[in-house]
């Protein structure tokens, strides 16, 4: 398999895992920060939840995994993803509820995200090299494109 097929995807686990890292890192920093530098942090939590990782997320429900199920001729890889879904929006929802005085209340959400989205990623990067290393090349590009295509647009494209 030919990495630059799937050099988008890539670059968009990488882009997600850098936000990811940085949440127990700001959560170790809450308790030094002002509570306007709380509010701000809280409030670009919650948009990258909801602008880049809940979209990514139910790509992944929708085409990737149902894809790589196929090709791998395995059941399931996909089926931690809409409790993923579900359980971002939950620390999503309880963080702008937060309040940003109460830094230790904000970390504890911030140290669940962490965790919850760690695991998701690494999951994901499995079954990504599952798929480079055991199939052939044509498929997986295929299925990387139309994961590609998804997260461009949202909508659904034609297999």
């Not at 929708?62 to 001729?73: H, I, K, S």
């Not at 690494?122 to 090299?129: D, G």
Request: no cysteine; charged share 25%.
């Amino acid at each position: 398999m030919s990495l630059p097929s799937t050099e988008p995807f890539r670059r968009e686990q990488l882009d997600l895992l850098g936000h990811v890292e940085r949440l127990p890192v700001s959560a170790h920093e809450l308790q030094s920060m002002l509570v306007d530098e709380r509010i701000e942090l809280m409030e670009e939590v919650v948009a990258f939840i909801a602008e880049m990782l809940l979209p990514h997320v139910e790509v992944e429900e929708r085409v990737l995994y149902p894809g790589a199920d196929r090709l791998l001729g395995d059941a399931g890889n996909g089926g931690a993803t809409a409790h993923v879904r579900r359980e971002a929006r939950a620390r999503m929802a309880e963080l702008a509820a937060a309040d940003p005085a109460d830094p230790g209340a904000v970390q504890e959400i911030l140290y669940a995200l962490h965790a919850l989205l760690w695991v998701h990623l690494e999951h994901e990067a499995e079954v990504y090299l599952k798929l480079i290393q055991t199939q052939a090349d044509e498929p997986v590009r295929r299925l990387f494109r139309r994961v590609a295509e998804q997260s461009r647009t949202g909508t659904p494209t034609a297999s």
